[in-house]
């Protein structure tokens, strides 16, 4: 019998325990002895709950029952989740957690200190939800030089780009939308402006290398300026636009960014859709392979939280492997990335924008008064310096 | 230092000495140790081959060496890979293999034997070959109860079916394309036919209930019947026509199959084209996941038995869990499976077809004297009654 408290009995600490009480079955057969959720901290009571009896309000009552073996850590921001985490490695009890804003702050600090408790911090959840990529990635892809990742790892904005794709329907519309059927946040900054998936594709990048990479280092551009008409150019291109988050190994180092892409429909990536997410992985050996699912939800979510915790109790006084050293990376500038751009540009700009950018693709999409096209790879430093002597540039978009 | 050997120095087996000898730094930086291939076993010898000087010619050269931790198969076919195998684990050697005949044919027998001589059997690459997908099932999706998983699991009908839809050619016209490029054997019966497809179905059937799927049980309809005119009713449909694996839960047991399927464009398994191969996994809590890569090559297959030896590595004198007990699995018929069905009938018969099967939805291709149409949801007992009943018919796929 493994006993685990679950801190936190909101969205994802009560789909881990619902995810527990509906599987046992699985779980034990797999697991080989029972997981039973012996507390749960909250600052709430849940009178009714048939959970009810299991709630408590002080952290202490669990770190001082032995019985604990594993935490999950369903709480979410810093404070006092990160206080809890380490007070509980420190005592050799695992932690499983979904909060990306914790790994992706102290990651490398929790892994290494997990280490010397000999017992294990683990984040499946923190990225794409639902998908096993954390796992693919420290225990399936360990033969690989991996090369690159590029994932659509945020569903609200995949949702948002979806159906202006699919409804042409204006970016603030389609964000209202989002928020009445609980696929945005009120407050919508951390996923429209990229903080959330650049703390995604901080931890992806940190276990693709090894080290730490910083989401505060990463070249970020949110979606909030992405048009109807955009669209209509993408789709005269055979395009759609998508929300990426990407990695990549570069001559000098590693780079890493945040924003919408043009892609092609013969691409992988391009048929991932509403709130789902994926992760798209390339490596030396094994080429492209990809990882596709919920990126969010209450029941997703949880079950990856779950996973974690049979992981733990399959390794009962171990450490889970994860390389994920606390050295930072130093990441290339957006500067040197090189792409093919999808330009803009006021129609009495034609003939400046053919001469700065040479020979170009035009696209026409029957939007008058403007000249679009997309340009040969370049680098961004490059590009913007382009568009400054060009001028009249209505909107630019990278393509993948 | 992990000592290994290699049984079997052909396309897999010399992937797997040129995956270690290339991602050295990033195998040894995983798992905290250098692994080495100190044996490779063939009938051959190797001249000139960087690895002239490990080639043995005689098994017990390897067994008597204390040495050797794990042991990679790579031979294929059932003798002497079974025999090999087998006195490996007796000894508690763990064996890493490719060979999905061996694995579906005595899979759960290996592993019992491993377990008890504290050793492991796996078997990552015997299935969707540089896919992540025998890992996740074993290691990510254990909080899950997974209710169907999908595949389109052999890289050589997928890449007949892709060119039949976007260039038009014929069956036999591909296959022999196919041929000329190492995409399909000389002998192309087991890929054809869905032989291979249902051995490996069978692999992930099994490890889907934890009992055995006997891949001789699984109802197989292979692909040498579709039509270059199937493809312009698919097109018409807005559909594609591909080679899927099917496991599903049903209400009194388990069913799986083989057989080309009409598949809708919105589907991620639309997508999943030439030698690709992709895995489709639904669960009750994580909802729809999907495991994307190359199917089948030597690198990225040798890159998973690779994997699988590090993960042999990072538990030594430890079993790796997996649950496939020896209990064979009642399959459900293919009388009771229930679908639309897409039919071709001659023209004369369209009076008699709408009498029989009631509503349909015709389907206008250009293709005269017939007459196509998707049924309503039938078993396909009742599918076969009909036909009988109307007669005519030139041809019929199942839609997914």
Redesign the interface.
Known sequence: MINIAVLGYGTVGS?VV???D??S???S???GEDIRVKYILDLRDFPGDPHEAQVVHDIEIIFADPDISVICETMGGMEPAYTFTKKALEKGISVCTSNKELVAAHGPGLIKLAESNGCSYLF?ASVGG???II??LN???????IQSITGILNGTTNYILTHMDEDGVGFEDILKEAQRLGYAERNPEADVEGHDAARKIAILSSLMC?SNVRYEDIYMEGITGITPEDFKYAHALGMSIKPLALSRETDDGFFAMVAPFMIES?H?L???KDVYNAVFVS????????????GA?K??T???V??D???CA?HPGKTV?C?WNEQDVRLTGIDEYKCRFFVRVSADKKNDADAVFGEVKAVDAGISGEYAFITGVMSNADFDAACGKVGGVISRIRTF
Not at 139 to 145: D, S
Not at 283 to 294: E, F, P, Q, S, V
């Open positions: 789909g619902e995810v527990i509906t599987n079955t699985e779980i057969s797999r697991l499946e639902g998908i096993p796992r693919p225990k399936a892809l360990t033969a690989e030089h090894g013969s992988p391009y048929m991932v490596g030396n050996t094994l080429g492209d392979t990809m990882y596709y699912g919920r939800g029941l997703p949880a079950s990856a779950v996973s915790v049979v992981d399959r492997a390389v």
